[in-house]
């Protein structure tokens, strides 16, 4: 095997298809190179020789000395120039690129190849000093701070005390003498944190950067945000060697960041920014706010300092090619770094742009529209996951805002919370149920488990390609940056703009889409559901097989599931029924009563109630299949916990509160949850089963009889591990049904079955679809009865379970598939034995994950059942799995 792949100068030894390889960097380079745009020569070392360089503890095999010395010769050949010539000094960046972007998280050192030598050749080459020392000081700044692990903010220390002695404000007004004076304090800093001399051979830098950048793999940062975006430690970074280009050498050179369609809104528009004289990081790093690419942009946004199609109009229409060249080559949006050397165009990278869910949308259906890829390929570009962003509320536009400021509209949604001022805070409150905003002068790589935890983020400075912005993006996070007119004492604990400020603990509101921040909390109303999210859903739907139902229990829930496209209900959890307020103290009655006599009075108390929750509900899903459950939970979660409550309880009901403490004693479990509950209830009480089917009897015939649009009830038995159980429950279903049914001198289809949640359910399902024409995967048990996890429990130690590779996933969000999975494939395949026809759903929380979905697909369910706001997603998750 080779380690090292060469791109420019008419070479590309690796391709877009290479990026496990190459990393998503390495590989775009080396397609750009070989569609041949202007490409900067280099070399990536793959990431095969990331998992080598830990295997040997930290160390090179021998083989790659030569390899890179090939790569650096490559380059040589290409610029002419030489690496560490004293006359002619190749210089290059050295720069991380895992096979997904994680940004920010890794190091990058550009300039590598300066010394006391070289510095003076590039001085007389470029014909400027000041850029040469400038160039000298940042490279010694970053390879201090990325290699020698040195602290950074003694040399920002140092660069802020020269400009205060010489009275400037901006790092341009620094003069080569400066900058001289400052490389000086430098290697006098070096000298005093690390005991030797800056290193002076450019070969000895080059490996140290090398090491450096693999090393970043693992650093705390980098491993928080792959956990948090599930990305897998085996994958590690490749290392990119590449010949400099400088946007910083006056006011002909630039560096930008550029998105072929705007990344936040979708629309069909050059989007980006850039800075005239700067280099490499100063656009992303928000420490000069940028400038707009094009005219319409700034001319928006009522901006100043002129655009790049304005100030340099020959490179901006040679950019507009590209742009062109680029999203025709790769039939999506691209997000593209450029650097402009004395008018010449260089790219830098190029990558699939990160983008909103909006954007995500409209893109995927512009594109289709305009036959870049077809209606299934746009279904299938839409990450299920993001459209959760446009499902959820935005601020309602009638609402009264106190605006407090306004900045960019980074990442669009709307957040309220409590102000904090660091990211270990809005972790920890967020832990303790609070809602926070996180709000920062700017974001960096340290802050991503501030900026998860927070509903929001705000930020003081940096543009709309800032940390903060791309991060948020990527998280779904609503986020507004660079609000200007805001000073953020993180220290004292307030911000103010003006006179006025917000302390920490004020509640705030952000408006990712218009920028603003304001005083307090704003509600917000429903999503716009038409347009594009309409159009991408009716091709969803065309693609898929699996029908989509709801998990709901109030008319209310069931109205806005039909909205997002449910058809039907695959889970109505009756119990939740239970707790009403109108109706808790019959139900405790019941619980409480000493016969049958007793819990049958109780019942008849319930009956109206429980018929008139069946009767909204199956109104609301006109003609659709409803699936009921009966009573599940052990009975003694609707009796009181604490003391004061117990008096209530017992005045309540009229009954003597130390019999009522004896009752609820006797009900204890030590293990609810594999207790008395789910059909355990039905067999030793079957009247409280009869009284809930009776009911739903009742509301369907009364509501086929009103409009004729008669629901069809599946009535579902919970927890049923033998066929016997479900063949007692069955009975009394049946009975009631014909019982109702003579009454009411009229009949309807309706279906019973069960749950499988039970291992051995799923062992002998052959034998339990004998009395059931339908079996729903009740997914949340049947993961904590196979695994042995309590559902309830498992946050405490399945975090450090997923850290450790023991589960890739928590497997009660994210189907167990090799597990649980087999469970129910058994199950399918021996229920189907049975009975050909049976029907079969999911209705865990995994109903609505995509992954699991696709699994769903696989086994060839027929349905798949999510809480309302996931419907939209499981449509779309389940056209993916069937495309
Ligand atoms: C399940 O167990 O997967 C289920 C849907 O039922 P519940 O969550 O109510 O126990
Ligand atoms: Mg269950």
Redesign the pocket.
């Known amino acids: 095997t080779h380690y090292v792949y060469r791109f420019g100068g008419g070479i590309s030894d690796g391709g877009q298809g290479d990026k496990n390889l190459l990393g998503g960097k390495g590989a775009n380079l080396a397609e750009m190179a070989s569609i041949g745009l202007p490409v900067p020569p280099g070399f990536t070392i793959s990431t095969e020789m990331c998992t080598r360089y830990y295997e040997e503890g930290e160390a090179f095999p021998d083989s790659l000395r030569e390899e890179v010395a090939n790569g650096i010769a490559h380059i040589e050949g290409i610029t002419g120039k030489k690496f560490g010539d004293a006359s002619d000094p190749l210089l290059v960046s050295v720069r991380s690129g895992a096979r997904v972007s994680m940004p920010g998280m890794m190091d990058t050192v550009l300039n590598l190849g300066l010394n006391d030598e070289t510095v003076e050749g590039l001085a007389k080459k470029a014909d400027d000093e000041r850029f040469a020392w400038d160039s000298y000081r940042r490279f010694m700044q970053m390879y201090c701070d990325v290699v020698l692990g040195l602290d950074h903010g003694r040399f920002e220390e140092a660069l802020e005390i020269a400009k205060e002695d010489r009275g400037y404000n901006l790092d341009t007004e620094m003069t080569a003498k400066d900058w001289r004076a400052l490389v000086d304090e430098y290697k006098a800093l070096v000298r005093e944190m690390w005991d030797k001399p800056f290193p002076q051979d450019v070969n000895d830098q080059l490996w140290t950067a090398i090491g450096a950048v693999f090393g970043s793999w693992n650093v705390e940062r980098a491993k928080v945000y792959r956990r948090l975006h599930s990305i897998p430690s085996e994958w590690g970074t490749a290392v990119n060697v590449q010949a400099m280009v400088f946007g910083n050498m006056g006011d002909t050179s630039a560096t930008g960041v550029a998105f072929t369609r705007d990344p936040s809104t979708g629309e069909k528009a050059y989007y980006g920014e850039f800075l005239i004289n700067a280099q490499g990081e100063d656009v992303v790093a928000g420490i000069r706010t940028p400038q707009y690419l094009t005219k319409r942009a700034r001319e928006n946004a009522g901006a100043k300092p002129l655009s790049l199609e304005e100030a340099l109009p020959d490179t901006y229409a040679e950019l507009v090619e590209v742009f062109e060249r680029l999203e025709n080559h790769y039939r999506d949006m691209q997000d593209i770094e450029f650097t402009v050397e004395r008018g010449k165009l260089w790219m830098l990278q190029t990558r699939t742009g990160k983008r909103t869910a909006k954007a995500a949308l409209k893109i995927a259906v512009e594109m289709a529209g305009e036959g870049l890829i077809s209606q299934d390929e746009a279904v299938i570009r839409v990450d299920p996951a993001a459209l959760d962003q446009l499902l959820h509320p935005t601020l309602d536009p009638e609402a009264e805002r106190d605006v407090l400021t306004k900045g960019l509209p980074a990442s669009p949604g709307a957040a309220s919370g409590k102000v904090v001022f660091d990211a270990d805070s809005a972790e920890k409150k967020a832990n303790g149920g609070e809602d926070v905003i996180l709000v920062r002068v700017e974001t960096s790589p340290e802050d991503i488990h501030g900026m998860h935890a927070a509903k929001g983020i705000l930020t003081a400075r940096g543009g709309m390609t800032s940390h903060a912005a791309v991060v948020a993006r990527g998280m779904g996070r609503p986020c507004v940056s660079g609000a200007g007119t805001l000073s953020v004492k993180a220290k004292e604990g307030v911000m103010r703009v003006g006179s006025r400020e917000v302390k920490e603990g004020d509640i705030i509101t952000i408006d990712g889409a218009t920028g603003e921040v304001m005083v307090g909390e704003v509600p917000t109303v429903k999503p716009e559901l038409a347009g594009d999210f309409a159009t991408l859903m009716e091709w969803a739907d065309k693609g898929r097989r699996l029908t989509v139902r709801t998990n709901a229990e109030t008319p209310n829930d069931c109205r806005t599931a039909r909205e997002f496209g449910a058809e039907g209900i695959g ?1 109505c ?1 009756t119990e939740h029924m239970f707790f009403d307020s109108g109706r808790i103290n019959a139900v405790r009655e019941m619980i409480l009563a000493s016969d049958e006599k007793g819990r049958r009075a109780a019942l008849d108390k319930l009956l109206p109630h429980q018929r008139k929750d069946f009767t909204e509900i199956f109104e609301v899903m006109a003609g659709l299949p409803c699936t009921i459950r009966l009573l ?1 939970p052990p009975l003694h979660e609707f009796l009181p916990h604490e003391e004061e409550e117990f008096q209530e309880v017992a005045d309540a009901i009229g009954m003597d509160v130390e019999k009522l403490k004896r009752r609820a004693a006797e009900l204890h479990e030590f293990n609810p949850m594999l207790g008395h509950r789910g059909c355990r209830l039905g067999v030793t009480y079957p009247e409280i089963y009869e009284m809930q089917a009776r009911a739903i009897f009742e509301a369907a015939c009364d509501v086929a009889e009103k409009s004729g649009d008669a629901p069809t009830p599946e009535v579902m038995i919970p927890l049923v591990a033998t066929r016997k159980e479900l063949e007692l429950m069955r009975a009394v279903v049946e009975k009631t049904a014909k019982t109702v049914f003579e009454e009411k001198g009229r009949t309807l289809s309706y279906l019973i079955g069960t749950m499988i ?1 039970l291992p051995r359910a799923a062992l002998k399902a052959g034998e339990i679809a004998e009395c059931g024409e339908f079996f729903s995967f ?5 993961t904590q009865t196979t695994l042995g996890v309590s559902r309830d429990d498992a946050g405490r130690f399945l975090g450090t379970y997923v850290d450790k590779g023991i589960y890739a996933r928590d497997p009660f969000v994210s189907l167990d598939i090799e597990g649980v999975g087999e469970l129910i494939e058994i199950a399918a395949e021996r229920g189907r034995a049975t009975r050909p026809d049976i029907k079969l759903g999911i ?2 929380e995994h109903g609505g994950d995509p992954a699991s979905i696709a699994f769903c697909e696989k086994v060839g369910l027929d349905y798949v059942s999510a809480s309302p706001y996931r419907v939209p997603i499981a449509r779309l998750a389940a056209a993916q799995a069937a495309l």
Not at 778 to 782: I, K
Request: proline content about 0%; hydrophobic content about 20%; aromatic content about 0%.
């Open positions: 889970l959890r599940d949640e009740g997914t949340n048990d049947l209705c865990g």
